[in-house]
């Protein structure tokens, strides 16, 4: 309540810049919610909203550029989808109508390079290529009879690109 309580009093003046940190920290799932769509809304009002976050999938939700900074340096700036583009993960998670029992025919579809197995009705195919690649994957296994319901990218780009600029996990 307090970080809506924050929200609301910073827009009594009808500012055309606002300053936010950490603007989702410490809210249930619902409250994150109504904050994103509140800064979406300010956003599309023409306000300028500065966001600090260490949240980097709220991040994605909500922000049109990024900059990230480590140890006092900036490392990156640049639009969400261009990072996006730079540093995906290359994989997608997969939901089935039914339960996939059997594994090894999807292993075996071209440019997949990996298949974790969520649930008995959800994967994780981690694939090589592009958006290209990840059509015939898709295409590849609706004709071998999976009835998909969702084929959703894994988009961890934010987290790769901090990871990556910064040298790794040995140097956080």
């Known amino acids: 309540m307090l970080q809506r309580l924050s929200l609301a009093s910073a827009m009594v003046a009808n500012p055309s810049i606002l300053i936010l940190d950490e603007p989702t920290s410490g809210m249930d799932p619902q409250g994150m919610k109504e904050i994103r ?16 976050s260490h949240l980097l999938p709220e991040v994605t939700y909500v922000c ?16 969400i989808d261009n990072i996006g ?22 292993e075996n579809i071209d440019n997949i ?8 009705y959800k994967l994780r195919i981690s694939f090589s290529g592009g958006p290209e690649q990840q ?18 990218s894994e988009s961890l780009a934010l987290e790769e690109a901090y990871v990556k600029l910064i040298g790794g996990d040995n140097n956080v």
């Open 37 to 52: 769509d509140i800064i979406k809304g300010l956003k599309k009002e023409g306000i300028l909203i500065f966001m600090s």
């Open 135 to 152: 059509y015939e994957i898709l295409a590849a296994l609706i004709k071998q009879g999976y009835k998909v319901i969702s084929f959703q």
């Open 64 to 79: 049109d550029e990024v900059a990230m900074i480590n140890r006092g340096q900036l490392i990156l700036y640049d639009s």
């Open 113 to 120: 390079r990996a298949v974790t197995v969520i649930s008995s």
């Open 85 to 106: 583009k730079k540093f995906s993960t290359h994989s997608v998670v997969v939901e089935f109508l039914n339960p996939v029992k059997d594994i090894r025919d999807i």
